[in-house]
């Protein structure tokens, strides 16, 4: 068994292995910032539930294309690496296709 990197989750699902790909708990911590940038603008114009719930569709979605991006553009690296040897990629616990297509690329 491998040690886990810090703000992950433990288990092999797929939905797991997803979540920890992702780093989930990096965005759920930077979505306070996100919701500042609402907070400021509603000092222009009126925000519904609607306009809220966007925004934070946007900015999860955002964070996770960067960061899947990422994990796909360091994979070699990572290997390399010991520290990050053991993340979804570089540890074979997700095909470059998964990390490509999501979790319905199976």
Known sequence: MTAR???TFAGESLLVRYVNFV???????ALPFALLGVVAASYASHV???????VVLA??????VALGFNRIADRELD????R???????????TLRQAFSGP???
Do not use: D, Y
Request: charged share 25%.
């Open 5 to 7: 990197e810090g703000q």
């Open 23 to 29: 780093k989930l708990p990096h965005t759920v911590f």
């Open 48 to 54: 519904t539930w609607r306009i809220l719930g966007l």
């Open 59 to 64: 900015f999860t979605s955002a964070r996770f």
């Open 79 to 82: 290997a390399k690496n010991p």
């Open 84 to 94: 990050t040897r053991g993340r979804e990629l570089p540890s074979g616990r997700l």
């Open 104 to 106: 319905r690329g199976r």
